[in-house]
């Protein structure tokens, strides 16, 4: 790490407030159930010890819980009036703050990412994703959507382990609020914060079936996908497997919703303040060790200011605290998994080959867990891997355009469209950029800013259908 003029003394949050318990099960039904399936072993990432045991569900728990949905649907949730439904939705949300701490904790213990981002970020934005759509249940009539919207019936939901609680969040409090109820699978790696979350469901007297969590891997997925009660699939994850998923229910009445895989371009002009620009990179890339769909992992800098700008990058990045994920000044946390670190490792090692600069920050890297270092590529061409392939960590590649028609070309150069970002003091340029890019959200002189009433969703290889704000209620509704 660059000289800096003090230290920083460690400041670990307790993992004691994450109430870890040994062994946790799957949620049918309103009640935690055995799980006929094969049990995992979560894992912290950062130390690689076990952290709990989980039993995952089988196909027949699969079916179990799909019957539970279809009846809290039938008998009682499909009917309810949405001003009752929001009061659920809000009493979610406020549990959801209430237990803040503990979930912010447990996710990092889980998942591997700093506290500081799942504290303040991950659950504050899942708790106002309940809160906002609490606020729609009862107005979905006046949304644009046709004079009665009905909900589609039972949701198979599907998340993957990056933003665990919020993805959770994005899926359920949508689906809850237009009146359907859901069976979600978490990811293999991270089940653990929707196992809590399933205790907020009994303590806001949910009524049972209404949301069902049933933990497992990529097969229960598939269960979930094929089976006959589903009416409509939300998925999130990677674009191989959305792939599958649409082959599946093609042919059935099932709806679908994708939400994949991204390359996005973060473009960079020579009249954007670069101080600004540098923090919005760092954010852009380096947040959630990189695995973000939405990271800005191109970056395009107009060439006349290349050189000031990476200089400039790289003292930054130099900067940044990486280790323990429980401190609270950790600015870079682990990588999820094993799979994953071998993911970034064969793709940086990639870049190596064919012909790109690389700089890696100095900073130490603990003996155990699974820890990258901050990466920064130049002179990146676009016929390179690291150019075209989702990296999923904190990589950065950086490719130079001389006018804006090329920075235009470059950035839509990819089968990708899910987010873009501008730099520029130019209020006309940003909206003729964001105009020609095809990206679902475009974002002006800042990155990686979420709000639930946002849409956010994809074009091309990145997915179809939006999350979040009005757009988002269409997913779920039979308008
Ligand atoms: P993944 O392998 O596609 O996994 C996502 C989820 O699907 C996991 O729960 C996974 O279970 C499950 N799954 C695996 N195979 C399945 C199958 N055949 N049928 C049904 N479900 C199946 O993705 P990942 O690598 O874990 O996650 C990273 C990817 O997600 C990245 O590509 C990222 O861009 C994308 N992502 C997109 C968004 C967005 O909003 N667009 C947000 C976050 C992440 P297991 O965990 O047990 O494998
Ligand atoms: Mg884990």
Redesign the pocket.
Known sequence: MTDSPFEYAPAPESRDIANLKPHYRPFIGGQFVEGAGEPLKTINPATEEVLAEVETASASDVDKAVQAARKAYDKVWGRMPGSERAKYLFRIARLIQERSRELAVLETLDNGKPIKESRDSDVPTAAAHFFYHAGWADKLDYAGLGPDPRPLGVAGQ??????PLL?LAWKIAPALATGNTVVL?????TPLTALVFAEICQQAELPPGVVNIVP???DI??EL?NHHGIDKIA???????GK??QRSVAGTPKRLTL????KAANVVFDDAPLDQAVEGIVNGIFFNQGHV?CAGSRLLVQESIADELLEKLRYRVSTLRLGDPLDKNTDVGAINSAKQLAKIHELVDSGDNEGAQRWTSSCPLPERGFFFAPTVFSDVQQSMRIARE?I?GPVLSVLTFRTPDEAVAKANNTPYG?SAGIWTEKGSRILWMANQLRAGVVWANTFNRFDPAAP?G?YQE??FGREGGRAGLEAYLNA
């Open positions: 599907i998340i993957p382990w990056n933003f993805m699978k978490p990811a293999e790696t497992g891997a990529g997925g598939a996908v998925f999130t994850g990677s674009t191989d497997v599958l998923i939400e994949l895989g991204g769909c989702e999923f899910l956010f994809g990145s997915g």
